[in-house]
């Protein structure tokens, strides 16, 4: 596995997440854009709306992390805290800044909504942050140093995803192939063992599956050099003919 | 919020869903399931099949919420190390256990399969620990102090969570209203934070959607205390009549 690709970590933020009433599909999402770019992704936290538990994760994960993500809690409403919690994490100062402002200002203007106080505070960003930019519903996220904080709706989510990860310099994106195995995975597993000690460039994950009583596995072979990635295809090939 | 119900974390183990190949879906299953059976949930990480990290998060989150659920890596492959990870993570010992060699046994008669090396493995049950039952595949999960065990497989996961949740000793179920308001959040926001400061034992969420271009959210009420629920339905209603 390429351990030199830039590091990543998610907070998915939001209450709703947590008891279940809303099904996240941010960290999937975000999952595979990162995996095309060349970054590792090697921890998401899920957390609740309060104060003290973002301040610690943002903390914790961006330190740990060349890259930290952060979906949910940046809409008008008074369970929105995560601009404010990150700023205080980061140990900033944070107001309503002129640009956001703007950004808003024209969004409400062109749909004849007002721009009110609690619209406003979506045009609180910390000091020293850089917008991203929001082509869906216009109030911005921003990247603060290496914490990147985006909205929870899925298709702002992805916006800005698709906003800010160009300007992110990313490593080897991974390749990855897969081999189906009709038999099952206790079979299989001592010579996918083996094959893994002879390869250890790459990954080598099984995942089983039952259709029909059948039951097969997907053995995934991923790495960064296609050579080595192509061998151990070889090998499986040779080891479970199809 | 009832901060006096049972507290509970969740790690996701694997490579697969950090990679953005699998989707997890039983991070979702149990957040429902908690909630049902009077648990807070109030935090869930997702790590790879890296012994460390597994060790390192289990600890962690085990000494810090009355209960921690694990899904993912007790199969019979390389890559399967949860079961390993989490005797070390609580400083016991882990071997083959006669109970659930006995079941894998008779799972492989059953089905005319030979009980080898690889499949053995599952067999591997720290000292101490209680098994959780496995109707789908034999495989045994397990419970070692608050820690509890299972499988990543959706299907048997869910049988697992069956099995083992009548045994635990939850709490008050939340209580969970719904007002749908046809008006964009941040013309709702500041009523609701009003309210909010009026109902401090009720949880009120807001969750903004766009359909066919009209904006609107959902307003969710949780806490213990239907009637607490109630009185705040009823706000809603008087602020933003249908």
Known sequence: MPMTNPTAAMLVIGDEILSGRTRDSNMHYLAQELSRAGFNLTEVRMIPDRPDAIVAAVRKLSISHDHLFTSGGIGPTHDDITADSVARA??????????????????????GQELN?????????????????????????????????????????????????PTLTGGTPLVSQTWRVMRGEGEIAGPLARMAADFPEVSIGSYPFQRDGVYGANVVVRGADPAQVGAAMIRLAGLFPA
Chains 1, 2 share one sequence.
């Open 117 to 165: 106080e609690a619209r406003l505070r979506m045009a609180r960003i910390p000091e020293g942050a850089v917008l991203i930019d929001n082509p869906v519903s216009a109030a911005p996220g921003f990247s603060l140093g290496n914490v990147h904080v985006m909205a929870g709706v899925p298709m702002v989510f992805q916006a800005m995803v698709a906003s800010l990860l």
């Open 90 to 111: 980061m140990g900033v100062s944070i107001a309503v800044r002129a640009d956001a402002r703007a950004l808003l200002q024209a969004h409400y203007d062109r749909s």
